[in-house]
């Protein structure tokens, strides 16, 4: 019997995917556990248009990250920070302070998450943090920290 799977069924596949199923095991358990619905015209109908509706909503995205990209080229954030002797930070710049930094003086909202610090910013001077967006999309955000 074929089957379109609702969820990820360990060993049968994902969800989406339409497989074909044993009548007993369908029947007796994808079926009641709503696991799987029958792979009728109409639902593998259902089932291409939300692919296609995923496939664009993914394009969307992974343009909306590219354009972000582009701005985060022409973009030179600046971070205060207190420093004792010989130039070194009390403490150190984190990804969140770079990401509001960017929101406070570009309107820019990148989590703190996508932020890839290589190793702890511990000192004055210009930095070229690499960012991920997403869809193998990522930028680089030039930050310098300067005396407060």
């Known amino acids: ?8 069924v360990k060993g049968q596949g994902k ?4 497989i074909e199923a044993s009548d007993g095991y369908a029947r007796n358990f994808l079926l009641p556990r709503k696991l799987a619905v029958p792979a009728t015209a109409e639902n ?4 291409q248009q939300q692919e296609k509706a995923k496939r664009a909503q993914e394009a969307a ?3 909306a990250a590219l354009e972000v ?4 080229k022409g973009c030179s954030v600046k971070i205060s920070a207190k420093a004792g002797q010989g130039g070194r930070l009390f403490g150190s710049v984190t990804s969140k302070e770079i990401s509001d930094a960017l929101k406070a003086q570009f309107g820019m909202d990148i989590a703190k998450t996508k932020i890839v610090l290589p190793d702890p910013i511990k000192a004055f001077g ?11 999309v990522s930028g680089v955000i ?3 920290v300067v005396e407060a």
């Open 126 to 136: 210009g930095y070229q943090i690499k960012c991920k967006l997403g869809y193998e």
């Open 61 to 63: 995205e992974r343009a």
């Open 44 to 47: 593998i109908n259902t089932m």
């Open 69 to 72: 990209a582009e701005k985060l």
């Open 15 to 18: 969800k989406g995917q339409l």
């Open 1 to 8: 019997m074929k089957v379109i799977l609702q969820q990820d």
């Open 142 to 144: 030039n930050v310098t």
